[in-house]
């Protein structure tokens, strides 16, 4: 079987090392991968943007199964076109994808449906908003309606602020269209959870729980990154806060998706925060979160490809979806500045007996010598029986990792160890 995996990331990374598992699967490529993907998958230096590219490949190479794991080729549409071509796909269509291309979408729809979220206001108009903004009540989060590169988000702790950060959306267009409409929303507290989820549209099989770690420095403090760590299970995602999500949140979703014909097949991410009201969506992602991705895999002991393809066949209720009952830590290791300004071009060296839980996100090969060239470089996962053994493995596995300038969170998993405590 010959599979393509569309991205370039440490999510795809990990996707791609637990579809090797299975033996049918004689080829995997991935468009474009990466210098440390290589190891694992033939990399084709095809956008992941480029839908014409990836179709042609697809046809070329007569692709029996295609992995879209990116949030923009998914809304741009990339599942249609392969289907169209006859190529099943792992993956939402274009109109289910808008879950997460639309935040306008995605909240009026829980707002139609009853799902838990902010209480919210959607504006087309910088005036409006700016009037609203007057007598809103403070903190509030301002949301690009549109996907921003996970940056379409800004907590505003004043008025000023928030008008600031309209502003800079609608006016300066920071995020390009992306923000000519935004959200203004609520400011919730509350322990955070994420919770990808496998369905076919019928069924829902959410997968173990997640915590990421956002900020890019110790104590959550600096700048929001695209996630510097992530333990699995959550501690805070009880058998009792499951329940409740599946009835109130997990199924509703589906259910509303399919009344509005916009059926969703493939990784529904719920991401979720647990507030003294009970649990509110933050937001949807119609993808395998990252780096989530990279503690959730590992745990799972069924066969991804054929969990995969029971989304696409519409068999998931009858499939087994298994994860271990352990507990797993990922440290990412970024270049020292991340997310602002950062060097790269440095050589990484990486200890034989790591190797295969290394999940790399930005390197490239230069005359086969694997380089940093991004933000967020690589993770770095251990599988243990406890929380705190995954997080003393994952550390000590960081430290047969080498590259200059590396830069890494020290306390992935302790507000996790806290809440067990
Ligand atoms: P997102 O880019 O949608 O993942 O949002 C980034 C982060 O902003 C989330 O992980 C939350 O920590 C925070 N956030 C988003 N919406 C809210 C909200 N309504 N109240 C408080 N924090 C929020
Ligand atoms: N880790 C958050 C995301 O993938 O959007």
Same mark, same amino acid.
Do not use: W
């Given at each position: 079987? @010959?599979?393509?995996?569309?991205?370039?990331?440490?999510?795809?990374?990990?996707?791609?090392?637990?579809?090797?598992?299975?033996?049918?699967?004689?080829?995997?490529?991935?468009?474009?991968?990466?210098?440390?993907?290589?190891?694992?998958?033939?990399?084709?230096?095809?956008?992941?943007? #480029?839908?014409?590219?990836?179709?042609?490949?697809?046809?070329?190479?007569?692709?029996?199964?295609?992995?879209?794991?990116?949030?923009?080729?998914?809304?741009? &549409?990339?599942?249609?076109?392969?289907?169209?071509?006859?190529?099943?796909?792992? &993956?939402?269509?274009?109109?289910?994808?808008?879950?997460?291309?639309?935040?306008?979408?995605?909240?009026?729809?829980?707002?139609?449906?009853?799902?838990?979220?902010? +209480?919210? +206001?959607? $504006?087309?108009?910088? =005036?409006?908003?700016?009037? /609203?903004?007057?007598?809103?009540?403070?903190?509030?989060?301002?949301?690009? #309606?549109?996907?921003?590169?996970?940056?379409?988000?800004?907590?505003?702790? !004043?008025?000023?602020?928030?008008?600031?950060?309209? @502003?800079?959306?609608? +006016?300066? @267009?920071? $995020?390009?269209?992306?923000?000519?409409?935004?959200?203004?929303?609520?400011?919730?507290?509350?322990?955070?959870?994420?919770?990808?989820?496998?369905?076919?549209?019928?069924?829902?099989?959410?997968?173990?729980?997640?915590? #990421?770690?956002?900020?890019? %420095?110790?104590?959550?403090?600096? %700048?929001? !990154?695209?996630?510097?760590?992530?333990?699995?299970?959550?501690?805070? /995602?009880?058998?009792?806060?499951?329940?409740?999500?599946?009835?109130?949140?997990?199924?509703?979703?589906?259910?509303?998706?399919?009344? =509005?014909?916009?059926?969703?097949?493939?990784?529904?991410?719920?991401?979720?925060?647990?507030?003294?009201?009970?649990?509110?969506?933050?937001?949807?992602?119609?993808?395998? *979160?990252?780096?989530?991705?990279?503690?959730?895999?590992? %745990?799972?002991?069924?066969?991804? %490809?054929?969990?995969?393809?029971?989304?696409?066949?519409?068999?998931?209720?009858?499939?087994?979806?298994?994860?271990?009952?352990?507990?797993?830590?990922?440290?990412?290791?970024?270049?020292?500045?991340?997310?602002?300004?950062?060097?790269?071009?440095?050589?990484?060296?990486?200890?034989?007996?790591?190797? #295969?839980?290394?999940?790399?996100?930005?390197?490239?090969? =230069?005359?086969?010598?694997?380089?940093?060239? *991004?933000?967020?470089?690589?993770?770095?996962?251990?599988?243990?029986?406890?929380?705190?053994?995954?997080?003393?493995?994952? /550390?000590?596995?960081?430290?047969?990792? !080498? $590259?200059?300038?590396?830069? /890494?969170?020290?306390?992935?998993?302790?507000?996790?160890?806290?809440?067990?405590?």
């Amino acid at each position: 079987m @010959k599979i393509m995996v569309v991205g370039g990331g440490g999510r795809e990374h990990a996707i791609i090392k637990k579809l090797k598992e299975n033996k049918e699967i004689t080829e995997i490529f991935a468009l474009p991968g990466n210098g440390g993907i290589a190891a694992d998958a033939a990399c084709v230096p095809v956008k992941a943007t #480029d839908i014409e590219g990836i179709c042609a490949f697809a046809k070329e190479n007569a692709i029996d199964y295609a992995v879209v794991a990116p949030d923009d080729p998914l809304v741009l &549409g990339c599942v249609d076109e392969l289907k169209k071509l006859g190529i099943p796909c792992f &993956g939402p269509e274009k109109k289910a994808a808008i879950i997460e291309g639309s935040k306008v979408f995605s909240k009026n729809l829980m707002k139609k449906y009853g799902i838990p979220t902010a +209480e919210y +206001e959607v $504006f087309t108009d910088l =005036e409006s908003a700016l009037t /609203y903004l007057e007598t809103a009540p403070v903190p509030t989060v301002i949301k690009a #309606d549109g996907l921003a590169l996970g940056k379409g988000v800004i907590i505003a702790m !004043t008025r000023d602020e928030a008008k600031q950060a309209v @502003k800079s959306m609608m +006016e300066d @267009k920071i $995020f390009g269209e992306s923000g000519s409409q935004v959200v203004v929303e609520e400011f919730l507290t509350g322990p955070e959870v994420s919770v990808l989820s496998f369905t076919d549209g019928k069924t829902v099989v959410p997968m173990i729980s997640s915590m #990421d770690h956002k900020r890019a %420095l110790d104590g959550d403090k600096g %700048l929001n !990154t695209g996630g510097m760590g992530t333990v699995a299970p959550n501690p805070y /995602y009880t058998k009792e806060v499951a329940d409740r999500c599946m009835k109130e949140i997990f199924l509703p979703t589906i259910d509303a998706m399919n009344k =509005e014909d916009r059926t969703f097949r493939g990784c529904l991410y719920f991401g979720l925060m647990l507030t003294e009201k009970g649990p509110k969506v933050i937001e949807y992602n119609c993808r395998f *979160g990252d780096p989530e991705t990279q503690v959730v895999l590992p %745990l799972l002991e069924s066969d991804l %490809l054929t969990v995969m393809k029971a989304t696409t066949n519409g068999t998931l209720a009858e499939t087994e979806v298994k994860f271990a009952d352990k507990n797993a830590c990922c440290v990412i290791m970024a270049s020292a500045g991340y997310p602002q300004k950062y060097e790269s071009g440095y050589e990484i060296t990486i200890a034989d007996e790591v190797k #295969d839980c290394v999940y790399v996100a930005g390197a490239k090969l =230069e005359d086969s010598v694997l380089k940093n060239a *991004g933000g967020r470089v690589l993770g770095v996962t251990a599988v243990e029986e406890t929380l705190e053994k995954a997080i003393d493995s994952a /550390y000590a596995k960081v430290q047969k990792v !080498t $590259f200059a300038n590396a830069f /890494y969170r020290k306390d992935i998993g302790q507000k996790a160890l806290q809440a067990l405590k």
